[in-house]
């Protein structure tokens, strides 16, 4: 599976955003699908996780409440609406295809977008 993630841009703490993974090459709708990101001189983390058909979707707590993921095995396209965005969302966002399941450790995953940049400011 070949991703494409895309979205990511300059905000102000508040704002949304809605990030978009494009997926070709193998059945999408076999995966589950992870978003992750990486701030300036930090590790990956795990940001939300969705299993292959949708039905089920577990966040990082720092995150609940305020983005949503979600995948279109029709349009082969996953999605993270990120809402009330603060200056810590801040990173490089990743998507992923792996487990049937989802899963929240990056590590369980066969393939990775390039990534696409957020800015939050303050």
């Known amino acids: 599976v070949q991703l494409q993630a895309s979205g990511g841009g300059l905000a102000q703490a508040g704002d949304s955003l809605r990030l978009s993974c494009a997926a070709s090459?193998?059945?999408?709708?076999?995966?589950?699908m992870g978003w992750f990101r990486q701030a300036p001189g930090k590790d990956r983390e795990f940001v939300a996780t969705?299993?292959?058909?949708?039905?089920?979707?577990y966040y990082a707590d720092s995150v609940k409440g305020r983005f949503t993921i979600s995948k279109d095995n029709l349009k082969n396209t996953g999605s993270l609406q990120m809402n009330s965005l603060k200056p810590e969302d801040t990173g490089v966002y990743y998507c992923?295809?792996?487990?049937?399941?989802?899963?929240?450790?990056?590590?369980?995953?066969?393939?990775w977008g390039q990534g696409t940049l957020v800015t939050v400011s303050s």
């Open positions: 992923g295809a792996g487990p049937r399941g989802g899963s929240k450790w990056s590590g369980m995953y066969d393939f």
């Open positions: 090459g193998r059945t999408f709708s076999n995966y589950g």
């Open positions: 969705i299993s292959w058909g949708g039905g089920s979707t």
